[in-house]
């Protein structure tokens, strides 16, 4: 509508070949202020229709008919967020609206015919400096004019948005005509872990509301509103955001097939302690310090043992092989497998070249043999996890009476843990404490009290 005075404004609509005319009047095109409450209606025919902003008065004029505003072209661009503002009817062909541009780098409008892009002029956005202009658009020749002027009445002032969606940078929000409120479309589509705005003055920080940020939903389109003399803001969800960074996620994939033996009760499960059950490989055979029996290490059996043995459990009569815990282990007595340290490693105790724990799987398959792997998630080794948790305690030491002189350790001297690594302490733990390393290292012997 065509504003007249600061609450009064005016339209001339023609009525006809419809069995029920009728209207209503909108505040911010999206029904959430409209008056009156029922319908507005009137006998087909021409009326210049004006509104009372104040008393929320409509009154009707009948009138010949709407020659000046018989057709409609509507103001879009930087000043307004693309949005559709309807252009004044100076008479049948010329239009004619003023608009101030400010706060955007490059300022331009078009103008739009039925506010739906389907016509609009120029070809390329008509662009201009930042600053207010009477802007004129001849129907006809479909040419647009433009005069700088010092202000647009009621456009004088003006407010900046200003958050995640643009940056931080200064959008200006459009002032509603009469009123002392400012509007804006903002889409918040996960630009920053934590969606949210404030509405800047001069765009310069040195007055802005609230004090502080308003926090909005994330992938959620707002209008958003501003009064400048109460400061207040509000909020409104105008729709979902579902493309872009806020587009859903795939589908997930499809499940694997079923194996092919649907139910394993079906089958016959042969159970190996694979560190005792067979030695293909002496090279890697190991103590444990706390069972130490020369000639009768305790990590003797391997994969390349297993291996030489499938055949064997094969003509037993077994479908299946469930192995203890192959992930590489810690403790004083650890060749069960069940004191895990790292569960992203196979033991090396317990392979060979050309026998790995992937060899043994596929060697398994090729007679037809499935293989279950044991697996324990709810204790870990005496030592903790490597390279994520470390269980306080001291280095291993042999023991000494207090005062005493050292005593005969029999088959354990010189096998205190990992007898094959430096400092004879099989601990480590890439997160164990400085002064645990340094009382590790410090006495290789393990004859030193602690």
């Known amino acids: 509508m065509t504003a007249t005075s600061a609450t009064v ?68 661009g930087t000043p307004n967020n693309w949005g559709v503002t309807a252009m004044t009817a100076a008479n049948a062909t010329t239009f004619t609206t003023c608009q101030t541009f400010s706060g955007v780098s490059d300022p331009r ?15 390329q956005d008509f662009r201009v400096a930042n600053g ?38 200064t959008t200006a929000m459009t002032p509603i005509a009469g009123t002392s409120r400012h509007s804006i479309v903002m889409a918040f589509a996960r630009q920053d872990p934590s969606p949210r705005f404030k509405i800047d003055h001069h765009g310069d920080w040195t007055e802005s509301y609230p004090a502080s940020d308003v926090p909005v939903a994330d992938c959620t389109e707002y209008d958003i509103g501003f009064d400048a003399t109460t400061k207040q803001i509000t909020t409104t969800v105008r729709s979902a955001v579902t493309s872009g960074a806020c587009a859903p996620p795939p589908p997930p994939p499809p499940p694997p ?30 103590y ?23 055949d064997y459990i ?7 092989i469930w192995v203890t815990p192959p992930v590489v282990n810690r403790s004083g007595l650890d060749y069960h497998g069940y004191h895990a340290y790292d569960w992203t490693m196979v033991d090396p105790r317990l392979e060979s070249p050309g026998a790995t724990y992937q060899d043994f799987i596929t060697a398994a398959h090729a ?25 306080d305690h001291l280095p291993i030491k042999y023991y000494r009476p207090a005062g005493g002189a050292p005593i005969a350790n029999g088959p354990y001297q010189g ?33 030193t009290p602690l």
């Open 9 to 76: 404004f005016t339209t001339c609509q023609t009525f006809s070949g419809v069995s029920d005319p009728r209207f209503k009047i909108d505040h911010f095109g999206d029904w959430s202020e409209s008056y009156p409450a029922q319908d507005f209606r009137v006998a087909n025919g021409s009326y210049q229709i004006t509104f009372d902003a104040t008393a929320k008065q409509i009154t009707t004029q009948a009138v010949p008919g709407c020659t000046a505003g018989s057709d409609s072209w509507q103001f879009r």
């Open 109 to 123: 409008f078009k103008i739009d015919h039925f506010g739906d892009w389907s016509e609009s002029y120029p070809a």
């Open 132 to 169: 207010s202009y009477q802007i004129t658009f001849n129907a006809t020749a479909k040419q647009i004019t433009t005069q700088a002027v010092a202000s647009c009445a009621g456009g004088t002032d003006t407010w900046q948005f200003r958050g995640t969606p643009n940056s931080w940078g």
């Open 257 to 286: 097939p079923p194996p092919d033996s649907s139910d394993f009760r079906g089958e016959t499960i042969y159970f190996v302690m694979t560190a005792r059950f067979f030695d293909g490989d002496t090279t890697n055979n190991y």
């Open 288 to 310: 444990n310090r706390d069972r130490i029996k020369l000639g009768d290490p305790q990590w003797r059996g391997d994969f390349k043992g297993l291996i030489a043995q499938l």
């Open 314 to 320: 094969k003509d037993l009569g077994f479908t299946a």
């Open 367 to 391: 007679r037809g043999l499935k293989v279950v792997q044991d697996v324990v998630i709810n204790h870990s080794s005496q030592y903790g996890i490597r390279g994520k948790v470390f269980i």
């Open 415 to 447: 096998n205190l843990g990992d007898y094959l690594s430096p400092f004879r302490e099989d601990n480590d733990n890439p997160v164990a404490p400085p002064w645990f390393v340094a009382r590790q290292t410090s006495d290789p012997a393990g004859t």
